[in-house]
């Protein structure tokens, strides 16, 4: 059998923020140049995002007055956003990231027919928003009572596209070892980051980024009666020529810093059919065979890139817009959250009729080299 994604379970931190509350909250900022606010309003207001999450409770429109402890990264008093160091981003890390780790994981685990946390026989997490050790793997064996030999990978600091690498890592373990589990989890603590700034870079990161986690059960057993899965079917990695320098991720004094230049888009625009040619080589389709997309919203401007340039509909692109407008770019994390789209029959439109009993769907997502990386998956329900 091939291994297949059996359960997606979600997680989100309980604050939500409006784009609205938050537009108005950057462009507001004391310390910053004649034009800023002008491009902050432009470029959230563009975003196409209505809501997102965040650990960072001070943010939360709806509390009233500022709480009884110094505030740390926004002052409600004054209105000011202020400038922990990476120090204290990474503590909010530890204690904030393990209870959403925690509830994907158990709601992919609820959702698995047939499948228990006792059969669980690896653990795969991702995260590049944060660190401590023993880590999140070590975390969800302890939290949700596996065994002690279960067998622990951890993939960090891969951006967008972590989620790829555990799925392929998942796909490989299940068909080495056909009785296997494995239990993939990515959670992103991405506002932990944000600051306020006149830097382009720094104004975009700010009006898409959010918070959540996301969890896979992958496995090679056959799927329950009656139950959706997601057969894992051809994964891909592709370097494009150009963007080494135009997406990156490093560790600065004051959290971690992005850069996101404007010409993002515009490479992938160029390298998208490139990248594609090997998946669809390998999967022996072509793009008019392919009925669901799960491209990531790495902000609005790319899935309009990716729509255009591979000339897909409005219904196929409209799982990712949805993910983007209600949750915006929980950096690995988002893919999942589209895919269960997907699996739980909801991969079209707002309005579409129930997906056929078996669909093609190709999932896709950018990150730091450029890099891109892609699988095409069959959605079937079991027999």
């Known amino acids: 059998m091939s291994p297949s994604i059996h359960s997606i379970g979600t997680a989100v931190p309980p604050t939500i923020i409006g784009q609205d509350h938050i537009r108005d909250v950057f462009r507001s900022q004391p310390d910053l140049g004649r034009l800023a606010p002008r491009l902050i309003g432009a470029v959230f207001d563009g975003a196409q995002i209505d809501t997102r999450h965040t650990v960072i409770d001070e943010l939360g429109a709806e509390q009233p007055g500022q709480p009884d402890a110094a505030p740390v990264f926004f002052d409600r008093a004054e209105g000011r956003i202020l400038r922990p160091g990476t ?5 909010v890390y530890v204690e904030r990231s393990p209870d959403l780790f925690v509830r994907a994981a158990e709601e992919a685990l ?13 653990v795969v997490t991702v995260s590049c928003t944060g660190f401590f050790a023993p880590g999140p793997d070590y975390l969800l064996v302890r939290r949700l009572g596996l065994a002690p030999s279960t067998r622990r990978l951890h ?25 296997a589990v494995v239990l993939v989890v990515c959670a992103e603590l991405c506002t932990l980051h944000l600051r306020s700034s006149d830097d382009t870079d720094a104004i975009v990161a700010s009006s898409v ?5 996301a ?28 963007g080494e320098d135009d997406m990156a991720w490093s560790i600065g004094d004051q959290g971690f810093d992005m850069v996101l230049s404007s010409y993002v888009p515009h490479i992938v625009e160029e390298h998208v059919d490139s990248a594609l ?15 669901g ?50 699996l739980e029959g909801r991969g079209g439109a707002d309005d579409a009729p129930a997906p056929p009993a078996v669909r093609r769907v190709c999932a896709m997502a950018f990150g730091p080299g450029l890099t891109v990386e892609s699988a095409l998956l069959t959605r079937r329900v079991g027999d």
């Open 87 to 91: 120090g204290a981003r990474n503590d």
């Open 110 to 122: 609820a959702g698995a027919t047939g499948i228990t946390a006792a059969d669980v026989t690896h």
């Open 155 to 179: 993939i960090g600091f891969m951006g967008c596209y972590g989620a790829f690498p555990a799925l392929r890592a998942a796909r490989d373990t299940c068909l080495a070892e056909p009785d």
């Open 209 to 213: 980024f959010a918070d959540g986690a």
């Open 215 to 242: 969890a896979a059960v992958v496995s090679s057993r056959p799927a329950a009666a009656g139950a959706p899965v997601l057969d894992l079917d051809v994964l891909e990695t592709v370097l494009t020529p150009v």
């Open 277 to 291: 040619a090997p998946l669809l080589e390998a999967g022996g389709v072509a793009v008019d065979e392919i009925d």
């Open 293 to 342: 997309w799960a491209v990531h919203p790495g902000g609005r401007s790319i899935l309009d890139r990716v729509e255009s340039q591979v000339g897909l509909s409005e219904a196929q692109m409209a799982p990712s817009r949805r993910v983007l407008r209600e949750y915006g770019n929980m950096s690995s994390a988002t893919v999942l959250f589209i895919l269960r789209e997907h």
